[in-house]
């Protein structure tokens, strides 16, 4: 029998924050007080009447498959909640339930590219993008971005690295791992930029609802020529319910919904009924507090970080993460991340897990941990580095 994968395999990396979790478990195990900051997902449990409406999903027997492309009522309540949030008229057969946001992003991979296509993206930048287009055969074209680019893709570096085999570009705002996000201006330039080459926008709001000084725009206010990513993972507390979507412009849909038939037949049918609930009045509440949880947070460990020489230039609007330099400290942000998960257990992810550009120089702290624990988080910082 052959031992050998496909090619595509070598190509796609393992996090390497998997080593600082697995590390963080044995000190665990051995009694030791570990403080996770490493994590990119809501710390909170879901919403009560989110789990409600998947209880009461779970005893109606709701267990069959779904639509490919959701159930009808929760593509109309994410309209409405893009003429509630951005007063935009999205139709709901513009919106496709999904996977998480994974599964819109594996949608949209399929349906863009071709062997030997190429998308822009940032470095730093979440990971798993250039591996979705890698799995079809094409590559992520990594752009170096840095603090005097906010980490952000602007229309201008875009336009300098665009090459022949280039089909568009993918930008996430807020972004991970940097919390920063594109202004409408700037989301205008890079859809100009785009229609100039005839290419396509990709744009992953997953991190929409978790800005803390104004509202990100979505580009959905600006064209319907783009695609939008969102998901229920992260403002709406719905990591393991496995529930995102996208918008698509309407002649791209019969397409989608032909491979989303194909690679998943549905997204969970319970997630989709317990996500009706997400945008409940009382939900919301429930969400708009956690929001103002996170907000303390980063205005609690931004200026102590700060304070203690890392560099951050830039207060981020969004997201839960602080993506902060390391220069005064170290060069090589896997060992010092590892360091201080031994000597002082706090554990975080090191700048290589996002991409190479400036990679040993930074280490990314999700806020994903309580006001008391970042207060701790602080004391040992000072132990560790004063
Ligand atoms: C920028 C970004 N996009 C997409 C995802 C995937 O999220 P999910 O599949 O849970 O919706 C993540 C997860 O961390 C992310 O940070």
């Keep these: 029998m052959s031992t050998l994968f496909a090619d595509r395999i070598k190509d796609i990396e393992p996090f390497r924050v998997v080593e600082i979790l697995d590390r963080a478990k044995q000190l665990q195990a051995q009694g030791r007080d570990i403080i996770h900051l490493e994590v990119g997902e809501p710390d909170f449990e879901t919403a009560d009447p989110i789990i409600k409406a998947g209880l009461a999903s779970l ?3 709701e267990t069959h498959y779904s639509q490919a492309a959701g159930i009808p009522p929760l593509r109309q309540a994410i309209s409405d909640y893009y003429q509630q949030q951005h007063s935009v008229d999205i139709a709901p057969e513009r919106i496709m339930v999904t996977s998480g946001a994974s599964g819109a992003l594996l949608l949209i991979a399929a349906l863009l590219i071709n062997p030997g296509d190429g998308m822009l993206m940032t470095d730093p930048g979440y990971p798993c993008n250039r591996h979705f287009l890698r799995l079809v055969e ?6 170096p971005v ?9 229309a201008s570096k875009a336009g300098q690295h665009w090459q022949d085999n280039t089909i568009g570009i993918m930008v996430a705002s807020p972004a991970n791992p940097t919390g920063e996000i594109l202004t409408r201006e700037q989301l205008n330039d890079l859809f100009q930029l785009c229609q100039k080459k005839q290419g396509h926008l990709v744009v992953d709001e997953i991190y929409h609802g978790l800005c803390y000084d104004e509202a990100a725009p979505s580009i959905l206010e600006i064209t319907d020529q783009a695609f939008v990513i969102n998901s229920f993972s992260k403002y709406f507390g719905m990591t393991g319910w496995r529930l995102g979507w996208l918008v698509a412009p ?22 989709q009924h317990a996500a009706l609930a997400a945008f409940e009045p009382e939900t919301s509440i429930i969400l708009d507090q956690r929001r103002g949880e996170f907000a303390k947070r980063r205005d609690l460990l931004l200026p102590a970080l700060q304070k203690l020489g890392f560099d951050i230039p ?6 839960f993460y602080l993506y902060a330099g390391i220069q005064k400290f170290s060069n090589n942000s896997s060992e010092f991340c590892l360091k201080l998960l031994e000597e002082h257990g706090i554990a975080i992810t090191p700048g290589t897990d996002f991409g190479r550009y400036l990679a040993e120089e930074h280490v990314r702290f999700a806020y994903t941990a309580s006001l008391e624990r970042l207060e701790e988080t602080v004391k040992r910082l000072e132990l560790a580095l004063g």
């Design 59 to 61: 005893a109606r027997g």
């Design 250 to 271: 309407e002649h791209a849909i019969p397409d989608l919904e032909k491979l989303a038939q194909n690679l998943f037949i549905s997204s969970t049918t319970i997630s």
């Design 138 to 143: 094409g590559e992520g074209q990594l752009v």
């Design 146 to 154: 840095g603090p005097e680019d906010r980490f952000q893709l602007s």
């Design 314 to 319: 830039h207060k981020p609007a969004g997201a």
